[in-house]
């Protein structure tokens, strides 16, 4: 398992965007695919946007009809294989036996991840995708990081000493422009 600056980023690394409330469309013959995503706080764009770009694929920040901001990239080549892997049909989906690692893990935890109020980290879940939830407890539980479901909304909750420490390893320091406060981080001096 790898934290999420052991090697360069990836486009396999936006699949952290779908664990959350990401989607990814195909085009026409299925040659090309486009990622968006609604973010939960319009504050996380930069910082969306700025770790897509590290992995070599631009987004651009749109309103949507509700007023809330999404980022979405154009249809692209490079994306048909993430695509491939997290599409049955129409459907969003985990891949079978998908391995969470920390360059993903960091994906997600800038899109929709937030600290509750008990000294967890809450990973926020589609809920439109429903289906993915149980594949996604699996992947995490694979990780290291066992989580429970919040039962304030779809999330996923990561609690206790050694998993909170576990995910501040996995995602690493804060990235530039993330609000600190919203930023995984381990409370004790010493995990248990």
């Given at each position: 398992m790898f934290s999420a600056e052991a090697r360069p980023p990836q486009v396999s690394d936006l699949a952290g965007l779908l664990c959350g409330p990401g989607q990814i469309t195909r085009f026409g013959a299925g040659d090309q695919a486009r990622l968006s995503i609604v973010l939960?706080?319009?504050a996380r764009v930069p910082a969306v946007a700025t770790a897509c770009a590290a992995t070599g694929?631009?987004?651009?920040?749109?309103?949507?009809?509700?007023?809330?901001?999404?980022?979405?990239?154009?249809?692209?080549?490079?994306?048909?294989?993430?695509?491939?892997?997290?599409?049955?049909?129409?459907?969003?989906?985990?891949?079978?036996?998908?391995?969470?690692?920390?360059?993903?893990?960091?994906?997600?935890?800038?899109?929709?991840g937030r600290p509750d109020e008990r000294g967890g980290y809450l990973l926020g879940l589609d809920p439109h995708a429903p289906e993915t939830h149980l594949p996604l407890i699996a992947a995490a539980t694979r990780a290291g990081l066992?989580?429970?479901?919040?039962?304030?909304?779809?999330?996923?909750?990561?609690?206790?000493?050694?998993r909170v420490a576990r995910l501040v390893e996995l995602v690493g320091p804060v990235p530039p422009g993330t609000a600190t406060a919203e930023w995984p981080r381990y409370w004790g001096r010493t995990a248990s």
């Open positions: 939960p706080d319009p694929i631009a987004v651009t920040a749109v309103r949507t009809d509700s007023g809330g901001v999404a980022l979405r990239t154009a249809f692209r080549c490079d994306l048909v294989g993430l695509a491939s892997a997290w599409m049955r049909g129409s459907v969003k989906c985990v891949p079978e036996g998908w391995q969470l690692d920390g360059p993903a893990l960091r994906m997600w935890a800038l899109a929709a066992p989580p429970a479901r919040d039962g304030r909304g779809p999330a996923l909750r990561i609690s206790g000493t050694r």
